[in-house]
Structures are given as structure tokens and as C-alpha cells.
């Protein structure tokens, strides 16, 4: 498609229950990447894929956290026993892969995570 | 100290004003340069991308780079109650694996 597409809107999960997270890049794409956004704007970089293969993981918090992009299925972002402090939008980004481009990232909507 | 600086303001003006926003840097290294506005609860708009110095213009935005003091600029004319967001400040380094670092955002409101 023309646009980033993340599903669900909004999730809540109790503490330590598990949270899958879904993103569909723009059609042409090769790069995907998340961002966690909390309180007061601050976004943090989380992982990153060119196709299926991880790109750069360097954001992720190792322990619970985990993310794939299978072939002709939507990029996943999972949270294996969320806490309080995974309480955040998390944002998808998708960028071609044409030189300089990939630092043109366009941003899909969002899936606001409450972990209670 | 951050390696993005952005006064969170927030900003008022009148309808038809010139908007400047800006942040600061602390990383030479930055090469690219992105602005992007947040309406709230949506996804960042991606509005201006510059590659190192200089300026770059698009209908009523005008972003600018100075390298030599490390100083981003986004200028809005005729702004617009639609204009109304936050906007967000975001670099990269070349190499480094796109990553992109925001601001914190500057919260304007243009009243009509």
C-alpha cells in the first residue's frame, strides 16, 4: 500500500502477559524499522530490517523482546511478559533502499501499548 | 546533554505569522536531516529531508542546516490553524545504519 500500516490501535495487557505488535511497510519498501515513543516525545530506536533479515538490533531490550519480517506476511513485534515500563506508542517506519533513501522514513500510525 | 536539543515550547501564534523552529546538535557527524509533524495521536509526517548543509524549500516550509554551528531550522509562512502540531527535529549518521535521533518536539498552536 501507499501508507505504513500497524495493527491493533491501541492494546492493553496486564504485567506480564505477552503483546504482539503488527506492521505492513509501503508496498517497495525494504527497510522497516520500529520506534518506541514514551512520555515527553522521547522516541527510542529499536530494531531494524532490510527484507526478512535484521538489520540492525542494537535498540532491542534482548531479554523479552523479540521482532521478524517473514516474506509476504506483516513485520511482528512481540513482548514476552510486558511491564509497566513497556507502556508506549510503538511506531513502524518503512524506507526504500535507492541510496541516501533509506533515511527517509515514513511513519505508520501507531499502536499505543498500556500495560496495567 | 542530548545529542538532539528542541525547546518543547509551546508555541502560540496568529494566523499568517512566519514560524521559526529550530534544534540544536551535538554529534558532527549528523549528515541527514529530517523534520516531521505529529498531530496528536498519529504517526510523525515526514515534512523535510536535507542531506548536510543548505537550505531546501517546499510550498510555505523552509528547512535549513548550518553545519558549522550545528543549528537545524524549519521556517513556516503563512501559517496555517492546520499547521497546528508538534514538530519533530530527527538526524541520522551517514553509517549508521539509518537510525534516525529526534528532538523532543516543539508543540505549536496557530490560532485563527
Known amino acids: 500500500g501507499e501508507e505504513v500500516a500497524q495493527t491493533p490501535k491501541h492494546l492493553v495487557r496486564g504485567e506480564g502477559q505477552k503483546a504482539k505488535l503488527y506492521c505492513a511497510p509501503i508496498k517497495g519498501h525494504s527497510y522497516v524499522f520500529w520506534y518506541q515513543q514514551v512520555l515527553k516525545n522521547e522516541f527510542k530506536f529499536l530494531i531494524s530490517?532490510?527484507?526478512?533479515?535484521?538489520?540492525?538490533e542494537t535498540g532491542m531490550p534482548k531479554e523479552r523482546f523479540s521482532a521478524k519480517c517473514l516474506p509476504n506476511s506483516p513485520c511482528s513485534l512481540e513482548i514476552q511478559a510486558t511491564k509497566l515500563e513497556d507502556s508506549a506508542v510503538y511506531f513502524c517506519?518503512?524506507?526504500?533502499?535507492?541510496?541516501?533513501?533509506?533515511?527517509?522514513?515514513?511513519f505508520g500510525p501507531g499502536t499505543r501499548l498500556t500495560v496495567t | 546533554q542530548k545529542e538532539v536539543e528542541q525547546d518543547p515550547g509551546p508555541l502560540s501564534v496568529p494566523e499568517g505569522a512566519i514560524v521559526s523552529l529550530n534544534c540544536t546538535y551535538s554529534n558532527s557527524a549528523f549528515q541527514y536531516f529530517m523534520w516531521y509533524r505529529q498531530y496528536s495521536r498519529k504517526g510523525p509526517e515526514l515534512l523535510m529531508y536535507t542531506y548536510s548543509s543548505g537550505n531546501k524549500e517546499d510550498g510555505r516550509f523552509t528547512a535549513q542546516v548550518d553545519k558549522s554551528s550545528k543549528y537545524i531550522s524549519l521556517f513556516i509562512r503563512d501559517s496555517q490553524p492546520s499547521d497546528s502540531a508538534t514538530y519533530l527535529c530527527?538526524?541520522?549518521?551517514?553509517?549508521?545504519?539509518?537510525?534516525?535521533?529526534f528532538g523532543k518536539g516543539t508543540l505549536l498552536t496557530v490560532n485563527p
Open positions: 530490517f532490510q527484507n526478512e533479515n535484521v538489520f540492525d
Open positions: 517506519a518503512s524506507s526504500h533502499d535507492r541510496t541516501n533513501l533509506p533515511y527517509e522514513q515514513y
Open positions: 530527527a538526524t541520522s549518521v551517514r553509517g549508521s545504519n539509518y537510525k534516525l535521533t
